[in-house]
């Protein structure tokens, strides 16, 4: 069994602090706030999120982030954006043992465009780097429900290490060494979610779900390809498995976001309501940006971020995509049949 820190006590955190613990490994769980971490120890529950759940007892809270590093093995469970600043303030703290990093925020950061990985690499130079994404939502982990995820990393013994460590046969994991088509597929997958969300609320039928859903993935799969992702790796777990659970599931946080500004709420009022991170609505700045330093094409992405921040109505985004010119389904390159 092993001794395990998961930082970040949200909704993600917490589910999978209590499967590590489940499984009988030590958690430590690292909340940002200590009179989070004393509820939890105290209640064992997460009064937070998740609420009503308990959590298992190999699992203790803390807030004390020199307690939180011992362990030689890390899950990060924070949003995309607070992971840099977090892993700055964090890197005075590490022991010269490196630990064994298992990232499972799915987003891009918005001022560099980097992905987590590249986040990490930036700020602690080479560690051990492993992502696990896939379709996943926390309110079915914690109740035990199965569910089949892939974690990967460039060293084959890094992601079998953590497929050993997270594995139960409700909790399926996979191996993979596409670390850039794992964490495109978990980023953009959020900023179409924001789209099927906002498509649901405006009572669009499920034709033109299907078609969002279809076209979202084309873009995945563009961006993937100028980012030298497997596109084997984008029809999987971690590109159509958690396309369709995010646009499809009542838990989705995105498509709930979405869903709200569709029903005419603002960015602010709908954000505020759900409580929780929406990564899409920050991955899409970075998106927005990527699309034009690599050249590709993202035209849901570009509406969703001109409903997001540029005021565009959702009808008008709606004509923008239906109006564009006629085109193959497939770029040229791939016309090989
Ligand atoms: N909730 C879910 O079902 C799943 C979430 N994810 C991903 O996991 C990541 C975390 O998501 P959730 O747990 O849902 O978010 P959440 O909104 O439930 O919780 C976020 C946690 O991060 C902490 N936090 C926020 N800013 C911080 C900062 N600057 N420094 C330190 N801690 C900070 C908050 O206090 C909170 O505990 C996201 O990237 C999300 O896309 C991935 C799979 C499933
Ligand atoms: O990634 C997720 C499920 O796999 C969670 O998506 P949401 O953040 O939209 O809830």
């Avoid at 995945?220 to 790796?233: C, F």
Wanted: proline share 4%; glycine share 10%.
């Amino acid at each position: 069994m092993e001794e395990i820190t998961v930082f970040g006590a949200g909704s993600w955190g917490t589910a999978l602090a209590n499967l590590l613990g489940e499984l009988g490994h030590r958690v430590v769980l690292w909340c940002r706030r200590s009179d989070q971490a004393r509820a939890i120890n105290l209640l064992g529950e997460n009064p937070n999120y998740l609420r009503g759940y308990r959590i298992s007892s190999n699992v203790t809270a803390t807030s004390k982030i020199d307690e939180a590093v011992e362990s030689p093995k890390w899950v990060l469970a924070l949003p995309t954006q607070a992971v840099r600043g977090f892993l700055t303030e964090l890197s005075g703290n590490m022991a010269p043992q490196r630990p064994e990093i298992c990232n499972v925020a799915k987003g891009i950061e918005i001022d560099s465009a980097f992905t987590v990985s590249e986040i990490v690499k930036n700020v602690l130079g080479d560690v051990s780097y492993s992502v696990l994404s896939g379709p996943s939502h926390a309110e079915e982990v914690i109740r035990g429900f199965p569910t089949a995820v892939v974690v990967a990393s460039l060293r084959v013994e890094a992601a079998e290490m953590w497929q050993n460590v997270f594995s139960r046969p409700t909790f399926r994991v996979y191996t993979s060494n596409d670390v850039v088509g794992v964490e495109i597929g978990g980023a953009v997958k959020n900023v179409i979610a924001i789209a099927a969300g906002i498509a649901k609320a405006m009572e669009l039928g499920d034709n033109a779900l299907a078609a969002l859903v279809s076209r979202g993935l084309a873009e995945i799969m563009r961006l993937g390809a100028k980012m030298r992702a497997n596109p084997l790796t984008l029809s999987g777990l971690a590109g159509v498995g958690d396309l369709i659970v995010t646009c499809f599931s009542g838990h989705s946080r995105n498509m709930r976001l979405g869903f709200s500004i569709g029903m005419g709420k603002s960015m602010k009022e709908a954000s505020d309501e759900l409580g929780q991170v929406a990564e899409g609505i920050y991955t899409v700045k970075a998106l927005k940006k990527m699309a034009q330093q690599v050249g590709v094409e993202l035209p849901i992405v570009e509406e969703v971020y001109a409903i997001l921040y540029e005021g565009l109505s959702p009808n008008e985004a709606l004509s923008n995509l239906l109006l564009r010119d006629p085109k193959p389904e497939l770029p040229p390159a791939m016309q090989w049949m």
